[in-house]
């Protein structure tokens, strides 16, 4: 049964520095998907991409945090000066109709 | 913004006895509510959609309801079972246009002893 899968499953960065985290969604959808996931906390929309581009997008996903869609396979958040509250589960997800499939996630630590 | 409201944050059942997780929203209705499972230190995994002109769905020992005049949703899991334990997930879109974000409830962690 075909998966979404992320890469890595776990990152440490220093604050400040810039991250890249990637998705790799199921083949033929259409529509992708960040969220992420504070320890203890409740699943966090971060943005939706269709067609391209940015479809809608929360408070959270500031000037900081940008996603790209950079061949016809991956999609990637990419975090670009991270603060320690960034530190949480991220999960990528992907969907061709209401149902949305998510994958692994990367818990991402910052220090 | 929408408010989603899962009855606890902690439910223990004995096995082979019905699990009914309760998730309350307010504000306005949604198109569609989703159920999933999370266990720990991984992804949401989707279990069943239902719909705001659907009453009920089933998937073999799963039941779900949605009564949009109450702005309720329940998920019962028949015959549990202790593989049954992890946290469930209430989930809603809008609707509209564009398929988009969801809107999760904090969980309701159901454990299921023998």
């Known amino acids: 049964e075909p998966e979404v899968t992320q890469t890595p499953s776990h990152q440490v960065t220093q604050m400040g520095q810039e991250v890249i985290l990637r998705c790799v969604p199921i083949?033929?959808?259409?529509?992708f998907y960040w969220y992420r996931q504070i320890l203890g906390q409740k699943v966090e929309f971060l943005v939706s991409?269709?067609?391209?581009?940015?479809?809608?997008k929360s408070e959270i996903f500031d000037d900081q945090f940008s996603v790209e869609r950079p061949d016809g396979s991956n999609f990637t958040l990419k975090i670009r000066s991270t603060k320690l509250e960034d530190s949480a589960m991220y999960f990528c997800?992907?969907?061709?109709?209401?149902?949305?499939?998510f994958g692994p996630g990367t818990r991402l630590l910052v220090l | 913004s929408q408010k989603i409201e899962q009855n606890s944050e902690a439910l223990n059942i004995q096995e082979g006895k019905t699990a009914t997780l309760t998730c309350n929203y307010t504000?306005?209705?949604?198109?569609?509510l989703q159920w999933y499972r999370q266990d720990p230190g991984r992804g949401p995994v989707f279990l069943l959609l239902?719909?705001?002109?659907?009453k009920e769905k089933r998937k073999e020992r799963l039941k779900v309801t949605f009564d949009t005049t109450l702005k309720q949703s329940l998920f019962h899991i028949t015959a549990s079972q202790p593989a049954d334990s992890a946290t469930y997930l209430c989930?809603?879109?809008?609707?509209?246009?564009?398929?988009?974000?969801?809107?999760f409830g904090r969980g309701t962690q159901l454990t299921v002893w023998p």
């Open positions: 991409f269709y067609n391209n581009e940015i479809s809608e």
């Open positions: 989930a809603l879109e809008k609707g509209g246009s564009t398929l988009g974000r969801l809107y």
């Open positions: 504000n306005y209705s949604p198109a569609y």
């Open positions: 997800a992907s969907s061709v109709q209401e149902t949305q499939y």
């Open positions: 239902i719909r705001e002109n659907e």
């Open positions: 083949s033929n959808h259409l529509y």
